[in-house]
């Protein structure tokens, strides 16, 4: 096989395949569909990865890249290198039989070789790492990292073993506070000849902006060690790590596929296909697997499956009884016991979903005694609110520490007692390298603090981010004039969680939506989802109140609902008999991406993604015009402020139904 064409299990794809065996057959294959990202960029963005691996080259002043792609020019560069006493090189390129690595940083010092994997997972740096779980064993947590060090040892080791390999993990330290202001916007994402994105050090970071490092090292040998020696790898878990590394080589050389079998794993399997995605001819790779593994056939696959349970933990041990489809589900499966609140419980949630789908019972199910009850302790007017946040791995200014909490864009409608619905106000600031949290909770408090009306907020995010704030308030070594004002008023409208060394509960804490929908209300047309966005929807698709209060373009109108950011704007709209999902009629965030990027970044499950705070992290490090950076702006404010106003609307059906 020529060079150019050998398939070489590399640290991604050895991830992969240690994850699954089957995905290794179906990477890179563009007959298959796949629900990652097609610019890896974008997440990149949101976490920082890219831009954390660029700093790192900066504590390693002597450093030497190893720039070149093709595979077999890079490796001799590598080895050529490394025949040097002392030497320290990036994306050093190491081929072990049919293994191949591309290490962050190597630097060698006569027979010892230290190997670097840079990672924008942050760790506590004051307190010692913690790896492993009580009783042995790595934590579930930490296993991608490790798994991927401990390949990297392993190649290392056996192309030089006359040499010492050392291994480590470089990972971003939160206890450390940036030393200077302005390093982050060192970093910008340009496009290069290509049109490829990459990272481009516009200024060089100084000593001062380097010390104290914002990112620590972490010898991990022993950890890698154990892993290595372990003989408890591949699917039936029997496997030494060399023979299990051996196995995903040889098939993913040959193109051939391993079996594997169905676990809970499956649920996030991104080798899935769309219906869309079927029509248009795309395979689905879980379901080539389930057919060989399960027997199933194309009905079967028409089913919900216990993957679809709401919030259900234990699925695997379903999967191990072959009670795979909800139909297969017994009550003993769930057992559906209540607890001592109001509604109904977690598992007789579960059970209502299973129940219902059994049943094929599409009716939405309302607790409406106790919903009334919890909507008559309310005080008008009512405000409903949305934030949008980031967490920087690189802070923006001086004595902030890496992923500290950034509050820049939040939205407020308000509902008066007589049913007035108006837009009362909103804050955004995109302001390149800006901290912007206290203007952020000085608006808010402009906003809220003229009355006594009840708060409301979908999920537990808005309070953990009002915690955020009044601990950087008292943290704060600046003098902030009205820093007893703001932590008085975040006091007063939330609640302190369990890490808050204050204690408060406000007297006027929020209403947290999302618990009440999880307690009061569920629609079999979510399919299990409390997610807003599959909330709306369904209820705008079963609501016959608000389909009339929606269907003319009024929002945005003086003789409608007051708006900021839309004018005659008509929120019902029908395609194919079925009500438009109302985020689909928004303008696009985005015009440089692709549409199936863009429908993977607005799901909001994504792991620290999501479309606000992609659009806020390319304003920070993408260079773009006032032109660009003006229609992002417009969509971020369209986009926060139709949050806020799905709050009103699953408000104004419950008052409907109640």
């Given amino acids: 096989m020529p060079a150019s064409t050998h398939r070489y299990l590399n640290k991604t794809r050895f991830k992969m395949g240690n994850d699954c065996s089957a995905k290794l057959f179906y990477t890179k294959k563009p007959e298959y569909a796949n629900q990652t990202l097609d610019d890896p960029f974008l997440l990149a963005l949101a976490e920082g990865g890219h831009l954390v691996g660029e700093l790192a080259k900066h504590y390693f002043p002597d450093g030497q890249e190893i720039t070149e792609k093709e595979t077999q020019t890079a490796v001799q560069k590598t080895t050529d290198l490394l025949a040097k006493d002392t030497v320290t090189l990036f994306e050093a390129a190491i081929t072990f039989e049919n293994f ?24 506590d740096g004051s307190e010692p790492p913690t790896f492993r779980k009580k009783k042995g064993g790595i934590l579930a947590s930490w296993e991608p990292y490790l798994y991927d060090i401990a390949f990297q040892k392993f190649v290392t080791q056996n192309t030089y073993p006359d040499h010492k390999i050392s291994a480590h993990l470089m990972l971003i330290d939160k206890s450390v506070e940036c030393p200077t202001d302005g390093l982050n916007q060192k970093f910008r994402i340009t496009k290069n000849q290509d049109g490829q994105k990459q990272v481009t050090v516009t200024q060089a970071p100084t000593q001062k902006d380097l010390t104290p490092p914002i990112l620590t090292r972490i010898n991990v040998d022993n950890e890698c060690d154990e892993i290595i020696n372990e003989t408890k790898h591949g699917e039936n878990r029997q496997l030494t790590f060399a023979e299990h590394a051996n196995l995903l080589a040889e098939h993913y050389k040959f193109d051939k596929k391993m079996a594997a079998p169905v676990t809970k794993k499956c649920g996030k399997c991104e080798y899935k296909a769309t219906k869309q995605e079927e029509t248009a001819g795309l395979k689905n790779g879980l379901k080539e697997c389930w057919k060989q593994e399960l027997g199933w056939k194309n009905k079967d696959f028409e089913e919900q499956t216990v993957f679809d349970v709401w919030n ?5 041990k379903l999967i191990r009884d072959n009670k795979i489809k909800m139909s297969d589900i017994e009550l003993e499966d769930i057992k559906p016991e209540p607890d001592d609140n109001p509604g109904i419980s977690s598992k007789q949630r579960r ?18 005694q106790n919903l009334a ?42 509902v008066d007692q007589h049913g007035t619905v108006k837009h009362a106000g909103q804050f955004l600031n995109t302001t390149p390298g800006q901290f912007p949290n206290y203007k952020f909770i000085r608006e808010l408090k402009n906003q809220l603090g003229n009355d006594n009306g009840s708060i409301f907020m979908y999920s537990p995010h808005e309070n953990t981010f009002l915690n955020t704030i009044h601990k950087q308030l008292l943290a704060d070594q600046n003098k902030i004039e009205d820093a007893k004002e703001l932590t008085d008023f975040i006091e007063t409208i939330s609640n302190s969680t369990k890490n808050s060394e204050t204690k408060w509960a406000g007297e006027r804490q929020m ?13 079999p047309k979510t399919k299990g989802s409390n997610s807003i966005k599959q909330v709306l929807p369904a209820i705008l698709n079963r609501s016959e109140f608000l389909q009339q209060k929606y269907s003319q373009p009024t929002y945005g109108t003086e003789e ?22 109302p985020y689909k009629l928004l303008p696009k965030m985005f015009t440089d991406i692709s549409e199936k990027d863009l429908n993977i970044i607005m799901d909001e499950n994504l792991n620290n993604g999501g479309a606000a705070l992609t659009a806020y992290a390319k304003m920070q490090y993408e260079d773009m015009s006032n032109e660009q950076s003006k229609e992002i702006e417009q969509a971020l404010l369209k986009y926060c402020e139709l949050d806020t106003l799905a709050m009103v609307m699953i408000y104004q059906e419950w008052k409907h139904l109640v």
């Fill in 100 to 123: 191949l690595i591309r290490a962050d940083v190597v630097i060698k010092t006569g027979d010892t070789i230290k190997i670097f994997e840079v990672k924008s997972k942050s760790i």
């Fill in 511 to 523: 209403v947290d939506m999302l618990k009440l929908v999880k307690r009061y209300y569920y629609d």
């Fill in 312 to 316: 259900f933990s234990t699925k695997d």
């Fill in 351 to 368: 059970w209502l979903q299973i129940n219902k789908h059994q049943t094929q019972d599409n009716t939405v199910w309302v607790d409406k």
């Fill in 373 to 414: 009850k919890e909507m008559g302790t309310w005080t008008y007017p009512l405000h409903f609110i949305d934030f949008e946040t980031n967490m920087a791995a690189i802070p923006f200014n001086k004595g902030r520490r890496p992923y500290e909490g950034i509050a820049f864009q939040f939205s407020h409608h308000s």
């Fill in 560 to 581: 409608g609902i007051a708006s900021t950011n839309f004018k005659n704007w008509q929120w019902i709209q029908y395609e194919d008999k079925q009500i438009i999902d």
